[in-house]
């Protein structure tokens, strides 16, 4: 590092790399990939290495607007704290929500799920991590008793066979893709995609199973029972440390009672089938990745949890070069569940279906009125807003005028709410809707820490000045916080204070059975969180790492759990008016609904306007051409979108990239085609299926 640079971490997927910048003219910076972090050792991705072509965007918000007129902080904090106290007063404290993001740092996260939970008494807070790996997070629960990932990084490095299923990895986490490429030539890795497409990924693997749409759950528990007829099952292991092995075992061999009906039922092969379920038996050092592919389902905490069924059968979790390892999209969404962002959650892993963790968090806080049940998950609370339920909304760092699925409805639900702020860095979709408009910190400004998918911290450091009258979002929430009443609570002068507090509250009358733990960082100084190395947690006087290795879960019994599960199937299956399936997905250069890598001249290069990939069977049964303006239907909404055809898609599929925004073309937005329907157990909704109708505009 040299002098002028600053070690940060990138902030755009959960691979979280470590970044060396530092200001360069006309307010860009200078990247390079930070040689001495461990998550990429100087490596960095086609957006990684453009980061610094994205910090002098023309649309950042400079100052506070009230009604679209510039106004100063004074005056639109008021108004926000005095409408959300109002709301309070005349409905009640779940007349009020904030939808918040995974681009908020850890230190954000932590104070505004406490403003909600424990100050303002509801638990309607939600993020748009509830759209990336909800399902993984209540599998996790289900099965371990806390939402944990045992593996790390290096077990990429040490497998034998990597299962990759439902990621597209090359393109959305690619800096791990590396990792796997690296391993097959260290130690000869075999490489299995399950993917319903054939991606970049695909292109690369030993083995493709281009699985049906829905069907993971039945091509797992086709596994589980292949690793019981053959022997493959650990028995000391499953007797002493886990429980409900014999119901999930016979459920498996009901539903899927031999490679001939998987195959049937998953539309693959039997031989391909075999050779993956041998592959699995056979190989000790087996790590699989599940990603929105498996999260982003109707049914999608029950595939988390057929695979995990099959590491708990042959004892592989936790263990160098083995476990079951779910990767997130967002850099910090995982730090975003340790403060407990989502609405189903109290912060530091404690939950709200335990009495105690409430009177513990509540104690802690010195709450004045803590929230007691769970909130209103990302759906329910546009729905709410639509409906009029939600009287005041507060959004921070996200676009859900487009994200959201059915769009159309959640723009509706923003218009008819009747108090809306949003705070961001940039106009986007959802500010057209703001009454008011909080300029919030980027990247390169804010402060904080971030927490990746093999749960290691990490620091985003400062290195420009806040344009305008931008603050950072931790700031911003204290304020209104203080306005609301609530001053002495949020009276943090920085963020190491913030995390000071997180860290001794994930401590708290904590024996030992929350494994999610920064006691070790209760009394950090200033100085220390300055220069903090990025590391696992928990971060304890113990050593940190894999978890679970050792076979004790942070379960009331100290066991893992089984969790019996059945095919259930897609949400909506296609019919003559809609005959094709839509898929949903990222591009390799692009970031959420593009609002900082649109801008960039060599990242639009690849895919400079909105497509969807068809097969050439599609493409002539609907009398479409390459290049053809498409008009795309479902039931929900409508896009248009450029014709691509592709034999990478399976005939009866298409597949629409998720990004574009109104901002970058008129009517593009995959969130207006995509479906509501969520998952019972995660609320998370299922964007990778949607029945969908083709013509030609
Ligand atoms: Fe950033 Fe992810 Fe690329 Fe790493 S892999 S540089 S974290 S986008």
Redesign the pocket.
Known sequence: MNSAEISTT?P??G???GVLAKAAAGGEASVRGDPDHPA?RGK??S??SALGETTSLDSRLLHPEIGGKQADWDTALDLVARRFSDAIAEHGPDSVAFYISGQLLTEDYYVANKLMKGFIGSANIDTNSRLCMASSVAGHRRAFGEDIVPGIYEDFNEADLIVLTGSNTAWC???LYQRMLAARQARGTKIVVIDPRRTATADECDLHLALDPGTDVLLFNGLLAHLARVGAVDDDYVVAHTTGFDAAVALAQADAPSEEQVAEGCGLKSGDIRLFYELFAATERTVTVYSQGVNQSAHGTDKVNAIINCHLATARIGKLGAGPFSVTGQ?NAMGGREVGGLANQLAAHMNFDNPRDIDRVGRFWRSPDIARRAGLKAVDMFRAAGAGRIKALWIMGTNPAVSMPDATRVRAALKACDFVAVSDVTRTDTTRFADVLLPAAAWGEKDGTVTNSERRLSRQRPFLAMPGEARPDWRIICDAAARMGFGAAFDFGNPAAIFREHAALSAFENTGERLFDLGALTDISDAEYDTFEPRHWPVTKKASGRLLGGGKFPTADGRARFIAVRQEGVALAVSAEYPLALNTGRLRDQWHTMTRTGPVPRLMANTPEPMVDLNPLDAAANRLADGDLAQLSTRYGFARAKVRITEAQRPGQAFVPMHWSAHFAANAGAGALATPIADPQSGQPELKNVPLRISRE
């Open positions: 990138c755009y997927c691979v979280g790399c990429n960095l991705c957006k990684g986490h690619p800096i850099p």
